[in-house]
């Protein structure tokens, strides 16, 4: 169980959708007092038509971060393999400003093979690619202390993904959140071997928020998952039109738990 309040975030999926529909949803889901909006770092639809429309995201977060005064933002997550470090640090140092210290810096080491062929970027493997994030993430921590001026805040990392020998270890290093998937099961465990990294590399477990997908009706799912340590539940909406009735329903299931 966390002592953590419950938040609840929405994943505004940039696809099929044109962005005068996108600025609504964010705008109803700041309204309805969503904690976290989020949308996530793909160049092409992960579903529907391959082509459809779609938007960038980080330049995106920079609209939001202007359109938005209470929720924090960010992307869930950003692929580590398409941007330089250090210039992914510049961006989200600039994002926190304009959104006065309300980014979330979420990373991911990437998986979606068309983004990479179509832009250009090396696949390689998922090992290749999850030592690439191990390798990053210092750089970035480095680069926030040397930029002027600094973050307006220690900026959140959120790491997303369940490896359990590589990803959930570089979880307990270097995130203030972790995002993962599956089932309570699946999650109990992987919250078992965090826990373990944690200690291996002498942090306090607690020092990181757990943080799911929110896939079912909140008063069945929710009890289960806030036993196991989970606080930050993210509802996902997609284009061509963004239908919140389950951000809704989360969201006054937060607001009973939380009392």
Not at 74 to 87: D, F, W
Not at 241 to 257: H, I, K
């Amino acid at each position: 169980m966390t002592s953590r309040p419950v938040r609840v975030g929405l994943q505004i999926q940039p696809q099929h959708a044109d962005y005068q529909t996108i600025r609504r949803a964010v705008r109803e889901a700041e309204e309805l007092g969503v904690d976290i909006l989020f949308n996530w770092d793909h160049f092409y639809p992960l579903r529907g038509e391959p082509e459809g429309l779609h938007f960038e995201c980080w330049t995106m977060l920079a609209a939001w971060a202007e359109q938005t005064s209470r929720a924090e933002i960010g992307a869930l997550v950003t692929c580590n393999s398409y941007r330089n470090p250090e210039l992914l640090a510049d961006m989200a140092r600039t994002v926190d400003h304009v959104s006065e210290g309300r980014l979330i810096l979420g990373i991911g080491s990437g998986w979606f093979e068309k983004d990479y062929q179509e832009y250009g970027y090396e696949f390689g493997t998922a090992g290749g690619r999850l030592d690439a994030l191990a390798e990053a993430l210092p750089r970035i921590e480095s680069r926030f202390a040397k930029l002027n001026p600094a973050p307006t805040r220690k900026i959140p990392v959120l790491i997303g993904g369940g490896g359990e020998k590589k990803t959930l270890r570089l979880v307990a290093r270097h995130a203030d959140i972790w995002h993962g998937f599956g089932d309570a099961e699946t999650v109990e465990r992987k919250v078992g071997i965090l826990r373990q990294h944690c200690a291996d590399v002498g942090r306090d477990p607690a020092e990181i928020e757990i943080s799911t997908a929110a896939q079912g009706k909140p008063a069945d799912v929710g009890p289960t998952l806030l036993n196991l340590g989970v606080s930050l539940f993210t509802v996902s909406a997609s284009g061509p039109d963004y239908d919140l009735s389950d951000l809704r329903e989360w969201l006054v299931w937060r607001d009973a738990v939380n009392g």
